[in-house]
């Protein structure tokens, strides 16, 4: 079997099978919850920076609705941009005041990114 029918026939199988997989993947999340919520602590306090970037690329996709290409890029990006692209200020830290946090502006129809910008910045574009 080629590497291209095996990944085909998986994903038939996983579609045949989606509420048995279901099931079965909620009895194990249920029987190792203790297990598996250990793991990820430790899993979080060894690795800071790679659970920042996973939570906030996660928060990209699923909260706000980003689409792109290459997410990873696009967070080296973000860390990289000191300043707004729209008004050139030097972004502040969220919470002390200023409102010149870093936002990530992109398009609420299509999803698609357009480029970082400060708060008020962001929210003057819409």
């Known amino acids: 079997m080629t590497p291209e029918e095996k990944k085909a026939y ?7 099978n989606a509420e048995k997989r279901k099931e079965y993947l909620k009895a ?19 690795n800071p920076e790679k659970c ?4 906030t690329i996660s928060d990209w996709k699923h909260t706000k609705g980003l ?7 696009l ?3 973000y ?12 972004y502040s ?17 299509t999803g698609l990114f357009r480029n970082f910008l400060c708060c008020p910045c962001n929210v003057r574009r819409g």
């Not at 998986?10 to 045949?16: L, V």
């Not at 920042?52 to 939570?55: D, L, Y």
């Not at 689409?67 to 890029?73: A, E, P, Q, S, V």
């Open 52 to 55: 920042k970037k996973v939570h």
């Open 10 to 16: 998986n994903k038939a199988w996983r579609i045949k």
């Open 28 to 46: 194990y999340r249920k029987e190792n919850y203790e297990k598996r919520k250990a793991y990820n602590k430790v899993w979080r306090e060894e």
């Open 79 to 90: 860390l990289q941009s000191p300043n707004c692209e729209e008004c050139g200020c030097e």
């Open 93 to 109: 830290i969220k919470g002390d005041g200023t409102g010149k946090f870093k936002c990530m502006d992109h398009d609420h129809t």
């Open 75 to 77: 967070y080296e990006a």
């Open 67 to 73: 689409i792109c290409d290459d997410y990873d890029k």
